[in-house]
């Protein structure tokens, strides 16, 4: 009997193929052997189809997902925004301190703050005087208000337990003693004075200012002044003192960039002044200096502020301005003033902006026809591309501190937006190294907060550690070391 390959190809199952030749197979003689060999092939096909098939389709799949997995990764490359790449390469140049996500295992590269300086839930302020000698922090809900001296030993850092309960002048005691009865006192607001020789507070409750004098970290009452027309101190815009006397409440308005001064002395306002430059996008003051940046013209410019002689109104006067940086929005500002701390000899306007790329500028006063003016020159440049870029939501922040000797003063700058910072020091003097100095990153704090955006930073013992604060998430004030300063 002949079985037709070609009928076997068309599709006939193995019990088709038996079902209709078994018969003419028993009919002729000899064909038994060819029937069992048939039979045995077939069954070894579908027996081996069966046994393959799992393993083929497990060997696909695993294919595929080596397939995705590389077109993931590629894909990924591919969109990284440029400024994470570098911060990879950031963290092999100089120290990264890292804290561990809530629930994250903490790995080897994982720091934490040095210590924690906790009875602060909610921190409204924390701010360093202008001298460098006092540490001011305040929490309006635990109504706590306190002091701290300044100097430079580094175990600052490491003492925020015991800071908790002793080391400190309490300011809400200060303002009750001032007031002359015992009653509940809420510090609403503060500003040091230019020198940090005085600290100026508003009282909520009593809706007062009060000045004192800073000897030794202790408060001494030199002024009062109830706010006229039962105007709420907490209805008043972000100040800043001024005047030979620190009796001038100096008030910011981002609205229209508009400043208005209120006299401790007379009691009462004596005036307002815009810069003409639009809302303001970011302020600077030191004394009667005031710097800012609009969102009509951008480029950062600083006056001096005058009252006039009869004492009714206020100018801004001897305005300058940056030419190079007409069309670029200004992120931050700062503003030094000479001999302040007592061995600075310079006066600076700092300035970062939104393409990442910061500035130093010397103020130097000069004559031009019989009037003295100031004159900017660029000294200094840094850039970070990292805090470049614009936004209103979450802008970037910068503060700074002088450390060095007269003459040999050094900058170092911390930047920080979201729960990221980053702190620069200078590494050349002016005139050296092509004629401009820079600063280079010593430490990047990345999610320093553990999720939550840091609200405030400043340098603590003459620049040797750093206080953080965040938004109201009950982390506390945040201390931590930074690599030793330079001899």
Known sequence: MQISCDRVGTGMSASELLTRHLPAVFNEPGSMTV???VTAAVMVVVWTVRWLRPH????????DNDAEAAALTETSTAVTPPGQEPAKTKSKTYPTNRTTAKGESKGEASVQPTSVLRGYPE????????C?????I???SKRRARLYPQNRNRTFMARGKELQEKHFVSVDEAVMSAMGAETRVEVHSAAFSYDGERLVVSERNSDTFFLFSIHRCQLALQRSCKLPRHMLVSTLPPWGVAGAA?????????KDCELEVFSLQSKEFLGKAKFGVGNALTWAQCNITIAAAGSFLKEPRLATLQLHPNGNGIQLLNSVHVEANAKVRVSALCLTSKNVPE?????????????GVGYIYDIEPKTVNSKTERSLDLVGRFQDSFFAGWDAACPVHMTFCLYGSSHHERLAIALFRGGNVTIYRQTSVPGSSGGLFTLMPVMVLHDC?????????????HGEGLATSGRADGKHVRLWTLPPLPT
């Not at 083929?56 to 294919?63: K, M, P």
């Not at 460098?132 to 001011?136: A, I």
Request: with cysteine; proline share 2%; net charge negative.
């Open 138 to 140: 305040n929490c309006r």
């Open 56 to 63: 083929l389709v497990f060997a696909s799949s695993a294919n």
């Open 35 to 37: 029937l069992y060999l």
């Open 123 to 130: 921190v409204d302020t924390i701010m360093v005087s202008p």
């Open 449 to 461: 907060h553990e999720g939550d955006g840091v609200e405030q930073v400043v340098f603590v013992q």
């Open 246 to 254: 620190y009796d001038l409440i100096v008030m910011r308005r981002d």
């Open 343 to 355: 061995f600075n000899t310079r006066e600076y306007l700092i300035f970062f902006t939104e393409e």
């Open 132 to 136: 460098q000698r006092y540490l001011f």
